[in-house]
């Protein structure tokens, strides 16, 4: 679960050090106060895009970090342990800044990782539902989501395997038609592929060509430095007076006292060798007069070569093995556009299998949602039933997009309520209400939870639209869920706040010239009076106060 919250320099936030238990917690205050500052700083530290509005005015940067504690979510250290990133006393740490240049750094456990490394992470930790988030369940494209969500133990594998056999079916069917949608398309595609080939194979190109023409062009170009230097040290060496006669003089008359001592003989077999390694290197000095020649025939020669290379290195690669390449993978392609009839009716047999393998799995997929959906929708309306809609019906229409197989199935899925007695099923987005919509939404999240295993659940305001009897049962319902999760909720309802295990007030005040946010943990004595705020009394009325005290005390008598 989330232990602990740190929050610097965000909006009007400047630090902000939470330690957050299990169970139920609740956030109230007035609105402006910056409750859903703490949201999205939340968001912020889980890899949601961060924008520069959120730095402080005046601030460079800003800072979330959150420390989990992970000792009873195996699927979070594996996740941890297959990233190398699991820490020696087993808790997370996730620090994420913000600069006002744009630039973000996200560390896991000390470890600079990638926003999407993070994503990966903390979508396994911490579920967020916003205040508009119900509003996505009038987008029918979302319905598949939550039915996939919800089942996804026996839906993941299913829908994993039809995936793999779209891919394959995707590829053979592209390889097919040559990923062309008419024959015109075709033969320009044969075209580009026959001139890119001649052009490649026209210029003979040799893998090591390109250093061995540079190294001949430096020799070129520095010939008459070179031709001097050459000359000079020939000289020296063979020259009347140079180092090999120097050399062999000197070998003769040690030679000729050889015989008088082992030790002259030693010296005098040694330069002997010196002698004769040094005749050699002359030779050879002597035979370089000959080649360090001036030619600028040869030079524009080899610069044209060069140009053509470079001008293939341009167009097809960085390097000749990459242009080499190129011309393989051409050729390749050429041979498929233009394949014979065995290999088109060999491709024709491989998509017609891999088309009624996806059939097979797809149907599979389906089956699986749909018996996902009924149950959903079985257990989301006892849910509704409990939530003050007593005549709410609930039900997932299926459908498939067309004919022709898709990533993620066959299916499209709406789902259709009936609020009322005697009214039809239909469309979410056609009958419900902004209050329905919230209660349809936690009755879901409710549910979904049960079977997702993701430790932290934070409702923001999701309480819109009800009140009385409901929001009572609203509190009741998260309450429930927060025997099995940890769950963080911003509300503005006292029948909420009622149920919550701590209570944290948010507030706002003038310091130093500043507005700055502070969040305050309530003691017992004193969360009726923020109850009795929240019912909108003022100056502590006693009898609000008195209120509040048998909201609190019927909460913790309720049964959960």
Known sequence: MLERLI???????????????????????????????????????????????????????????????????????????????????????????????????????GVVIPLASLKSITDLLVDVHGQHEHQSLLDERNH?????????????????ETDRLYKEYARVTNKLNAGFLSEAERERRIDILNYQINEIEGARLQKDEETSIKEELTLLTNAERISEAVNSSSELLSGDDGAVSKL????????????????????????????????????????????AEYDPKRIDE???????????KHKYGRTVDDVLRFAENARRELDELTGDASLREALEKKKAELRSQYDSA?????????AAAAKLCALAQEQLLALGMKKARLSAEFSAIDDEPHEGGMDQVSLLLSANEGEPLKPLSKVASGGELSRIMLALKTVITDADGIPTLIFDEVDTGISGTTANTVGLRMKRIAGRHQVLCVTHLPQIAAFADSHYVVSKHETSGRTVTEVKLLSPDERPYELARIMGAEGGSEAAVSHAEELIKRAKEARI
């Open 362 to 370: 797809a149907a599979k997929l389906t089956l699986a949602r749909k």
């Open 144 to 160: 598949l989501g939550v039915i996939d969500a919800y089942g996804a133990e026996s839906i993941a594998p299913l829908k994993e």
């Open 7 to 109: 929050i610097e320099n965000v909006a009007l936030i400047e630090k902000l050090d939470l330690e957050l238990g299990g169970g139920f917690t609740v956030l109230t205050g007035e609105t402006g106060a910056g409750k859903s500052i703490i949201i999205d700083g939340i968001n912020l530290v889980l890899g949601s895009r961060g924008s520069r509005e959120l730095i402080s005015y005046g601030k460079q940067k800003c800072r979330v970090e959150a420390v989990f504690g992970i000792a009873k979510e195996p699927l979070v250290a594996d996740k941890l342990r297959e990233m190398e990133l699991m820490s020696d006393d087993g808790d997370l740490t996730i620090m994420r800044e913000l600069n006002v240049n744009g630039k973000s750094l996200c560390r896991v456990n």
């Open 302 to 312: 080899l610069e044209t070569r060069l140009d053509v290379i470079d001008g293939l």
């Open 248 to 291: 062999r003089a000197a070998v003769d008359e040690l030679n000729s006292i050889a015989g008088f001592s082992a030790q002259f003989g030693e010296i005098s077999s040694r330069l002997g060798d010196l002698y004769y390694e040094v005749e050699d290197a002359a030779y050879s000095v002597r035979d370089m007069r000959l080649g």
